[in-house]
Every structure is written in structure tokens, then in C-alpha cells.
């Protein structure tokens, strides 16, 4: 089974900044079945990028996904205050699917 | 606009069953594989199981295996969930969501069902 490691945990930012959270795997993993995920408090996870680096509809261009292989990274060029929340990364592996265990994005 | 709506939940003793329902609309249910992920309370995400858009091909994840089934209803464009010999360890929210071809990815998401296993 592949493990996602996410890091940091927690990353404090201000509105503006820019967030680079990071998703290491413990195998290499295809690009194509790499992903990231927004989840806030009370709320369903909402799919961001898909293919380690395609935005998926209706996500605004300052989140970028890059990465290959066992490294993965989801930026946010400029922090909204709508962006504060947790975000997992996930994969899929033949017939296996694992999530990293998030990193919490709050206000610094 | 892609719809998924998940029922069921409620609170169960440990040892017993839950059947899970999600209602889907907004697109061609019978044309797309499912999922269902689970988050225990405060705790981070935990894929579950999928079932390909004809039924044909089922996946579990290893803490579910033997306790869990995943079917499909394409003619009523719902999933369903059976838990059986259930723990403390499944308490938990259960989201469906819907399977993006050729990725492995989650694209749409319900807004998730409370199981709770408590006596």
C-alpha cells in the first residue's frame, strides 16, 4: 500500500501570502492518479486538482499543482480568506486509494 | 449539476448492520464508478470502497473486508453501503462520491451520513 505523507501539519499564512504544502508518497505514483482536495470545517472534501496538475472545475487559477514520481506539491500563489482550511492529497494505485493526512492551512 | 445525496446513518450497537443509501442525479449514473470514503470524527479521510459503473468490478480497502459490500441500483441511480459486524473503530461520516474515468480521483462528493457504534 502506498502511504501519502503530508507536510507541514499546520502552516500559519496571512491573506496574500503565498501556501506551498507538500505530498510525498512512499512509492512512485502516476501523475495521472495524483490528487488534492479542500475540505472545510462541516463540510464535503471538494476536488481541486486532479492529474497532479489540472485544475478541476470551477477552481481558481491561483491553485497550481506540480510534482512527479514520490513529490508533490499544491500551491496557492495569493491566500483569500476563503482559502484557510484543511487539504489532503490522495492516490490511486491499482486497486488500492489512500489519502495523506492533511495539512491544516489557518490564518497567522 | 451533479447531486448526491447520502442516508442511512444513525447509531448502532457493535455487532450490528447498517445499510447506507446515496441517491444520485445530475448525471448518467449507470455510466460512472462510485466510491465511498469515510472520516472519523476529527480525523482525516479513509477511502472505503468502489464499484465500477456496471457493478462488475468491486475494491475494499483491507479494514472493511468481509464486513462491507458495495452494490449499485442503476435502474433507481443509487449506491448502496451494507456494514455488518460493525465497531467502534467504523464510527464515523461516510460520504459517496462519484469516481473520475480514468484517474482514480473523487470529482463529486454528498454531504456524508453519521454512522456512530456505540452501545
Known amino acids: 500500500e502506498i502511504v501519502l505523507t503530508q507536510s507541514p501539519g499546520t502552516l500559519s499564512l496571512s491573506p496574500g501570502e503565498r501556501a506551498t504544502l507538500s505530498c510525498r508518497a512512499s512509492?512512485?505514483?502516476?501523475?495521472?492518479?495524483l490528487a488534492w482536495y479542500q475540505q472545510k470545517p462541516g463540510q464535503a472534501p471538494r476536488l481541486l486538482i486532479y492529474g497532479a496538475s489540472s485544475r478541476a472545475t470551477g477552481i481558481p487559477d491561483r491553485f497550481s499543482g506540480s510534482g512527479s514520481g514520490t513529490d508533490f506539491t499544491l500551491t496557492i500563489s495569493r491566500l483569500e480568506p476563503e482559502d484557510f482550511a484543511v487539504y489532503y492529497c490522495q492516490q490511486y494505485a491499482g486497486s488500492t486509494y489512500s489519502f495523506g493526512q492533511g495539512t491544516k492551512l489557518e490564518i497567522k | 449539476q451533479v447531486h448526491l445525496v447520502e442516508s442511512g446513518g444513525g447509531v448502532v450497537q457493535p455487532g450490528g448492520s447498517l445499510r447506507l443509501s446515496c441517491a444520485a442525479s445530475?448525471?448518467?449514473?449507470?455510466?460512472?464508478?462510485m466510491h465511498w470514503v469515510r472520516q472519523a470524527p476529527g480525523k482525516g479521510l479513509e477511502w472505503v470502497t468502489f464499484i465500477r459503473y456496471d457493478g462488475n468490478n468491486i475494491y475494499q480497502a483491507d479494514s472493511v473486508k468481509g464486513r462491507f459490500t458495495i452494490s449499485r441500483d442503476n435502474s433507481k441511480n443509487t449506491l448502496y453501503l451494507q456494514m455488518n459486524s460493525l465497531t467502534a473503530e467504523d464510527t464515523a461520516v461516510y460520504y459517496c462520491a462519484k469516481d473520475l474515468t480514468g484517474y482514480g480521483n473523487f470529482d463529486y462528493w454528498g454531504q456524508g451520513t453519521l454512522v456512530t457504534v456505540s452501545s
Open positions: 512509492q512512485s505514483v502516476s501523475s495521472s492518479y
Open positions: 445530475g448525471f448518467t449514473f449507470s455510466s460512472y464508478g
